[in-house]
């Protein structure tokens, strides 16, 4: 069982940063694979970006690549997300995800993640 909790969140003007962070209970958070999604008003929840169990390997959504940065650290129990050049189509609620790592199926499919945090407001103003 892991528990998480994001937090960070907040309002910032359009071109602004923005770290999101990721706390996990439990002691096997180095087994899972990390994930960031959001999820705007009236829309689905999507893939931001992934991080593997040993820290590795990332991959971003298109959206997010070159100015979203994810990392983690194992020793802590914790993940972060650094947004920079924000804009207002990045505005959404975040969510950070675990997934076993021993599972199959795309990173990027949501319905692949075993848990889920409570989520974290990102707004950005134009």
């Known amino acids: 069982q892991v528990q998480l909790v994001e937090s960070g969140g907040g309002l910032v003007q359009a071109g602004g940063s923005l770290r999101l962070s990721c706390a996990a209970s439990g002691r096997t958070f180095s087994t899972y694979d990390m994930g960031w999604f959001r999820q705007a008003p009236g829309k689905e929840r999507e893939f931001v970006a992934v991080?593997?169990?040993?820290?590795?390997?990332?991959y971003y959504a298109d959206s997010a690549t070159g100015r979203f940065t994810i990392s983690r650290d194992n020793a802590k129990n914790t993940m972060d997300l650094q947004m920079n050049s924000l804009k207002p189509e990045d505005t959404a609620v975040y969510y950070c995800a675990a997934r076993q790592n021993w599972k199959a199926g795309s990173l990027r499919y949501r319905s692949t993640y075993d848990y889920w945090g409570q989520g974290t407001q990102v707004t950005v103003s134009s």
């Open positions: 991080i593997r169990w040993s820290g590795d390997s990332t």
